[in-house]
């Protein structure tokens, strides 16, 4: 949480001296003028990077609410239609996002919009609804692609089945409860 941006952490020396270069709008030197590879101005203001500094502090912490967080909805939904998207064996995703699978032919959007309506339950952001190969962006740049265009089954089931449940630290088991049960009554009530 650092308002606007983030943060890059490495022991990689070649790769710090990149990283720098980017986000100087490419320069080598900070000042030089002279670009020598693609970059922006990904620098943050100094309060930013004093909340960054601050939240980093506080890391470990926040890791471990969100992954007790996603264990529980794991254990919530773990004998129902819709399926957790579990982290590869010996990974430890920061939960940034929970997702999870809704079942097929469920559409996405009533599901959402019946949880915010009904329970007071409100789904995070619509991030993974549209596939990055399905952008728009792509028709202008079709010049760019290696070859046209195709369909990705994997990418687009997902996309069109993904929800984003609610994960903060602190979330507590009750509200998870509600989320959940709700989810459910929902997913339970569309498949009749």
Same mark, same amino acid.
């Given at each position: 949480?650092?308002?606007?941006?983030?943060? $890059?952490?490495?022991?990689?020396?070649?790769?710090? =001296?990149?990283?720098?270069? *980017?986000?100087?709008? %490419?320069?080598?030197?900070?000042?030089?003028? *002279?670009?020598?590879?693609? %970059? /922006?101005?990904?620098?943050?203001?100094?309060?930013?990077?004093?909340?960054?500094?601050?939240?980093?502090?506080?890391?470990?912490? *926040?890791?471990?609410?969100?992954?007790?967080?996603?264990?529980?909805?794991?254990?919530?939904?773990?004998?129902?239609?819709?399926?957790?998207?579990?982290?590869?064996?010996?990974? @430890?995703?920061?939960?940034?996002?929970?997702?999870?699978?809704?079942? +097929?032919? $469920?559409? @996405? /959007?009533?599901?959402?919009?019946? =949880?915010? +309506? +009904?329970?007071? $339950?409100?789904?995070?952001?619509?991030?993974?609804?549209?596939?990055?190969?399905?952008?728009?962006?792509?028709?202008?740049?079709?010049?760019?692609?290696?070859?046209?265009?195709?369909?990705?089954?994997?990418?687009?089931?997902?996309? @069109?089945?993904?929800?984003? /449940?609610?994960?903060?630290?602190? =979330?507590?088991?009750?509200?998870?409860?509600?989320?959940?049960?709700? =989810?459910?009554?929902? *997913?339970?009530?569309?498949? @009749?």
């Amino acid at each position: 949480t650092t308002g606007e941006g983030g943060m $890059v952490t490495t022991s990689d020396e070649r790769f710090y =001296l990149k990283a720098l270069s *980017i986000r100087q709008h %490419g320069q080598r030197e900070p000042g030089s003028n *002279i670009h020598q590879v693609f %970059g /922006l101005n990904y620098r943050p203001s100094e309060i930013h990077a004093l909340l960054g500094l601050a939240m980093m502090a506080k890391s470990e912490w *926040i890791l471990a609410e969100r992954r007790a967080a996603a264990k529980v909805y794991d254990e919530l939904l773990a004998s129902s239609p819709v399926k957790p998207v579990l982290a590869p064996e010996g990974h @430890r995703p920061s939960y940034y996002k929970y997702m999870a699978l809704l079942p +097929e032919g $469920v559409d @996405r /959007l009533k599901v959402k919009t019946r =949880l915010r +309506e +009904e329970f007071g $339950v409100a789904l995070a952001g619509e991030v993974y609804a549209a596939p990055a190969h399905r952008q728009p962006l792509w028709e202008s740049y079709s010049d760019r692609l290696a070859a046209p265009l195709e369909s990705l089954p994997n990418a687009e089931m997902v996309a @069109r089945r993904q929800i984003c /449940l609610p994960i903060w630290p602190g =979330l507590t088991r009750q509200d998870q409860n509600l989320v959940a049960e709700s =989810l459910l009554s929902i *997913i339970y009530d569309e498949s @009749r």
